[in-house]
């Protein structure tokens, strides 16, 4: 493979396609949802193939040769999905929907909601294998896809969105001063958290 070359080689165009037969399932629980209650069961659904660079970048850094197979079967965010919902409830009653799909199969997961990161970070974090009616790196089809998938809370989203400028930030002032700020937001938005799903019970039980 050339380095002009995609990493993800022919498969690059199959990737929106995998991608949206990923997704599919997710929008049609949501527009149920809605239909059942009125409600979103998710305030934004976004999602993205990584970039060439960011995938050939990943591969060096992990040791791996950047080829296709490194990027599809060793690698297991090429596709990724991000869910942000209004309330934490919406968070697990998505994923106790992803876990339905005959699919699909959970090949990690990780809660940071429940047990939070040293720095304050609270997200839930899924790695996915999908069965899909595409050919994959290994000539298989229906063949193979992974996808990692982040659910998160607006506010978690929002402090992320922070964190994440002060990581790739080089040369800050006050950086100590800022972490501890942060992981004291952190906390707080946790706790804000909680009360607006205690409210919304609330509400719903009346």
């Given at each position: 493979?050339?380095?002009?070359?995609?990493?993800?080689?022919?498969?690059?165009?199959?990737?929106?396609?995998?991608?949206?037969?990923?997704s599919g399932?997710?929008?049609?629980?949501?527009?149920?949802?809605?239909?059942?209650?009125?409600?979103?069961?998710?305030?934004?659904?976004?999602?993205?193939?990584?970039?060439?660079?960011?995938?050939?970048?990943?591969?060096?850094?992990?040791?791996?040769?950047?080829?296709?197979?490194?990027?599809?079967?060793?690698?297991?965010?090429?596709?990724?999905?991000?869910?942000?919902?209004?309330?934490?409830?919406?968070?697990?009653?998505?994923?106790?929907?992803?876990?339905?799909?005959?699919?699909?199969?959970?090949?990690?997961?990780?809660?940071?909601?429940?047990?939070?990161?040293?720095?304050?970070?609270?997200?839930?974090?899924?790695?996915?294998?999908?069965?899909?009616?595409?050919?994959?790196?290994?000539?298989?089809?229906?063949?193979?896809?992974?996808?990692?998938?982040q659910l998160?809370?607006?506010?978690?989203?929002?402090?992320?969105?922070?964190?994440?400028?002060?990581?790739?930030?080089?040369?800050?002032?006050?950086?100590?001063?800022?972490?501890?700020?942060?992981?004291?937001?952190?906390?707080?938005?946790?706790?804000?958290?909680?009360?607006?799903?205690?409210?919304?019970?609330?509400?719903?039980?009346?």
């Open positions: 493979m050339s380095d002009t070359e995609s990493i993800y080689g022919k498969y690059e165009e199959i990737l929106p396609a995998v991608m949206e037969y990923i399932p997710i929008k049609r629980f949501n527009e149920d949802t809605i239909k059942e209650t009125g409600h979103s069961v998710y305030e934004h659904l976004i999602y993205r193939i990584k970039s060439d660079d960011s995938m050939r970048e990943k591969c060096r850094r992990k040791g791996l040769p950047e080829t296709t197979e490194s990027a599809l079967k060793k690698m297991h965010d090429a596709i990724g999905i991000r869910i942000v919902t209004g309330f934490v409830d919406d968070i697990y009653s998505i994923i106790r929907f992803i876990k339905t799909l005959p699919s699909c199969r959970v090949i990690e997961e990780k809660d940071y909601i429940r047990n939070s990161k040293p720095n304050g970070y609270r997200s839930y974090h899924m790695i996915l294998e999908f069965t899909v009616p595409f050919e994959d790196v290994s000539g298989d089809d229906p063949g193979h896809y992974y996808a990692e998938i998160r809370t607006i506010a978690m989203d929002s402090w992320a969105s922070l964190e994440h400028e002060l990581k790739y930030k080089h040369e800050i002032g006050n950086e100590r001063m800022i972490v501890s700020e942060l992981k004291r937001v952190a906390d707080e938005l946790a706790s804000c958290d909680v009360s607006m799903q205690t409210i919304r019970n609330l509400i719903r039980e009346n």
